[in-house]
């Protein structure tokens, strides 16, 4: 099967790529052009008044960006409760906040940049089979309950075998209804789900974002920002009150460095006079590479984003992160070979680890295999119509990097702080990438934030 994304497929194949063809200077360079990279310029562009330069080694957006769910979502792959132990209660719930802050940051790029593309916003669902995968949630919201955060509604079937085994902590955090219910909430006749989880969610083509938005800035602020593109970065070396950044035959210098790279891969940090950074950090990112297909279908439902967690554990890596697998699907308007607005169902299923970073092959072909566990999920769960055969038109996969913390770094380098990050891609990363923007630009307005669970550590 070939790789081949929808969101890098809706992009504008004819724009013309800008090189780095000579040595330049700037207030800010940013490393990466995808959502990370792009919402910084964005948010610096706007609430500063440097001079700004993308340099992307590939393509605009076609890196995580351009290979993801696009569904967007305000949780953290860890239970909250987990972050809570770690960081405290308080600074876990101030990182959820920020977190969900980004949908009102969402709407004012779109708003100021006058976007027109497709984005939905709606109640997405969870949908869980078993009585471990309900406690762990109840759990959550209980932690999230005593966080003064909004808590997320937790309906269980009046058929479920277990519902008089739940503890009483958990009294007011979730409510008992008919079976029937959960299974209309999540789209499904499968009568293995038991309970349903809600929250707000939406959709978005990411890359298609960060295309419309370099668009945006290129003509607003036509003499401060640039984008080069193709232009790799190979080493970053920090000096007394600048940086100088090798690009090949190039080098660009600036006062401040923002590292929106997904990780350390291909280029090092030199701290020039001061001590080493410790860009080891990227052995602990644990490589996971997820696989999504997607089908077009008629028009003729709204939106949805749903996950389901089977009974079954289909994890065949003995990988603990993979100890919980699960398929997310998302419908939205989606518009295919000029045939006007279709729905474009997208299904992605368990994630699979890489020993090391550097095997994952972004050219590889997608595997049969793949293709075949998400086409049975879907025939068993979502589109069970036997004489319906669906046809794929887009599989393809992408490389997450976890952070060992589950969190996204963003703020400056304590050893040097001329050089920031908004990285570490996670599973869920276009929310956090656009508060993580927001953030980068307070601090290089020299707005003085108070600790949070993102500082670089
Ligand atoms: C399969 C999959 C599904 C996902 N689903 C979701 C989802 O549904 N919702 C969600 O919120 N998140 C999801 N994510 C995560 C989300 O896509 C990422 O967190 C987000 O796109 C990260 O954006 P980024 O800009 O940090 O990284 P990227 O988009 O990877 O951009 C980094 C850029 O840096 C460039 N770069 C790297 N090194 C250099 C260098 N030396 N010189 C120049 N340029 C360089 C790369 O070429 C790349 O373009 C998913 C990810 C994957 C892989």
Not at 50 to 55: D, F, R, W
Not at 195 to 203: D, E, I, M, T
Not at 309 to 337: G, H, K, Q
Not at 342 to 362: H, K
Request: charged share 25%; glycine share 8%; proline share 5%.
């Amino acid at each position: 099967m070939k790789h081949r994304s929808p969101w890098i497929y809706q992009l504008n194949h004819e724009r013309p790529l800008s090189t780095l063809k000579e040595d330049t200077k700037t207030d800010v360079v940013i490393v990466g052009a995808g959502i990370a990279g792009i919402s910084t310029a964005f948010f610096l562009l706007r609430d500063t008044d440097k001079n700004v330069a993308i340099v992307e080694k590939g393509k605009l957006a076609h890196g995580a960006t351009g290979h993801n769910a696009g569904q967007i979502a305000s949780y953290f792959e860890r239970p909250f409760y987990e972050l809570a132990d770690e960081f405290g209660l308080e600074k876990a719930a101030d990182a959820q906040r920020a977190v969900e802050s980004a949908w009102e940051l969402l709407d004012l790029m779109y708003a100021e940049g006058g976007l027109n593309i497709p984005v939905s916003r709606f109640l997405g669902h969870a949908g869980f089979s078993t009585f471990d995968q309900i406690i762990r949630h109840l759990k959550d919201n209980e932690c999230r309950r005593r966080a003064g955060i909004k808590t997320e509604e937790m309906r269980i079937a009046d058929t479920a075998p277990f519902v008089k085994d739940i503890s009483p902590e958990y009294s007011g955090l979730y409510e008992i209804v008919p079976h029937k219910t959960v299974l209309e909430m999540l789209q499904t006749e499968d009568a293995e789900y038991m309970a349903v989880l809600s929250y707000q969610k939406g959709c978005l083509n990411s890359a298609l974002f960060c295309q419309e938005i370099v668009s945006y800035m290129a003509k607003k602020y036509a003499g401060r920002f640039a984008l080069y593109e193709q232009t790799p970065i190979s080493r970053v070396s920090l000096h007394d009150g600048h940086a100088i950044l090798d690009a090949g035959n190039h080098t660009v210098t600036a006062q401040k460095v923002i590292l929106c790279t997904n990780g350390f891969e291909g280029f090092s940090i030199i701290n020039q006079g001061g001590l080493e950074i410790n860009t080891k950090f990227h052995h602990l990112v644990r490589g996971m590479v997820g696989y999504m297909s997607a089908y077009i279908e008629t028009m003729n439902k709204p939106p949805i984003a749903v996950s389901y967690f089977p009974a079954e554990n289909t994890n065949t890596t003995n990988d603990p992160f993979a100890e919980d697998p699960y398929f997310y699907l998302t419908r939205r308007p989606f518009e295919f070979e000029g045939g006007g607005q279709s729905n474009l169902i997208s299904v992605g299923g368990p994630e699979f680890s890489l020993e090391n970073r550097g095997m994952y092959d972004s050219e590889l072909d997608y595997p049969e295999e793949e293709k075949k566990r998400i086409g049975d999920f879907v025939k068993k769960t979502y589109d069970p119509d036997p004489n319906k055969k669906i046809e794929y038109q887009f599989t393809w996969h992408g490389l997450m990097g976890y952070t060992p913390s589950g969190v996204r770094v963003v703020g400056e380098e304590p050893k040097n702080k001329n050089l920031l990050y908004n990285l570490g891609c996670n599973g869920v990363g276009i929310l956090p990438s656009i508060y993580g923007a927001k953030r980068i630009a307070a601090i290089i307005s020299g707005i003085k934030l108070p600790p949070s669970i993102f500082d670089p550590r």
